[in-house]
């Protein structure tokens, strides 16, 4: 099933993907989806992203086999940063080299179990990441942590194609078997130290390449058997150094 946030005429609701439309459902955290009678045509609606996480947090190290010698690590993404489809990823000169990266996401449900899976881009500033170990600045900017386009709850993540483009250029084609750690492995790990909830959001690791993006550009970002994220890259306003007379 997939599951979908739009914005639509009546309001922002969650609703299954149907071929030519949304069905609205109750609550997409209770114990069984319920659809309701309530139909949004794809004219109408506008895809978001696809939950609302109070917590995003990024398996470290989790790139290829050789990163299965390193401890497991994992790095929080503010909220805040999450932007849905067609959304625009702002990129400024002064954050230096700016990368995307592809990866397979989880939403935990209600207990703090697997809801689905969702496409993410894990956009990263390499020159940031190199200044701030703890990947602060790198990783949380304004806009860097685009999800969607829908949630799907049911993949075998186990050997899954995961795919990068940046308008005509795109990564080697990789897969989820390709982390050092498996999808299950990372869940269980970060789930065993964090207070996750309905909606929190883990990003997997980038089985792939990185790919530089730059203002002008359009990233897709894609995962077999969920679908495409497409995001513009615009010049943006970051902030990154210390304003003017302050402390």
């Known amino acids: 099933m997939r599951i979908a946030r739009i914005e639509h005429p009546g309001g922002t609701d969650h609703a299954v993907v149907e071929a030519d439309g949304y069905r609205l459902i109750e609550d997409l955290f209770a114990s069984e989806i319920r659809r309701l009678d309530r139909w949004v045509a794809a004219d109408d609606a506008r895809l978001l992203a696809?939950?609302?996480?109070?917590?995003?947090?990024?398996?470290?190290?989790?790139?290829?086999?050789?990163?299965?010698?390193?401890?497991?690590?994992?790095?929080?993404?503010?909220?805040?940063?999450?932007?849905?489809?067609?959304?625009?990823?702002?990129?400024?000169?002064?954050?230096g080299l700016v990368h995307a990266e592809a990866e397979l996401a989880v939403v935990l449900g209600a207990s703090g179990d697997v809801l689905g899976y969702t496409v993410a881009n894990d956009v990263t500033g390499r020159d940031l990441q190199v200044a701030d170990s703890l990947w602060t600045q790198a990783k949380g900017q304004r806009g860097f942590t685009p999800l969607g386009p829908w949630i799907e709850t049911d993949l075998d993540t186990v050997s899954v194609t995961v795919g990068?483009?940046?308008?005509?250029?795109?990564?080697?084609?990789?897969?989820?078997?390709?982390?050092?750690?498996s999808?299950?492995?990372?869940?269980?790990?970060?789930?065993?130290?964090?207070?996750?909830?309905?909606?929190?959001?883990?990003?997997?690791?980038?089985?792939?390449?990185?790919?530089?993006?730059?203002?002008?550009?359009?990233?897709?970002?894609?995962?077999?058997?969920?679908?495409?994220?497409?995001?513009?890259?615009?010049?943006?306003?970051?902030?990154?150094?210390?304003?003017?007379?302050?402390?």
Not at 164 to 181: C, F, M, Q, Y
Not at 213 to 226: D, E, F, K, N, T
């Open 50 to 95: 696809p939950v609302e996480p109070r917590t995003v947090v990024g398996m470290a190290h989790n790139t290829g086999p050789g990163d299965r010698l390193l401890p497991p690590q994992a790095f929080l993404k503010p909220a805040r940063s999450v932007i849905g489809p067609g959304e625009p990823v702002p990129v400024s000169a002064d954050l």
């Open 164 to 181: 990068l483009e940046v308008d005509d250029t795109a990564a080697p084609s990789a897969s989820t078997d390709g982390l050092a750690r």
């Open 183 to 247: 999808i299950a492995e990372v869940v269980a790990w970060v789930s065993g130290f964090l207070p996750l909830g309905p909606g929190d959001v883990i990003l997997t690791g980038a089985p792939g390449a990185s790919l530089p993006i730059r203002p002008g550009q359009q990233v897709r970002a894609s995962v077999a058997g969920i679908g495409e994220l497409v995001n513009p890259v615009v010049e943006g306003m970051h902030g990154r150094r210390t304003q003017r007379g302050a402390a």
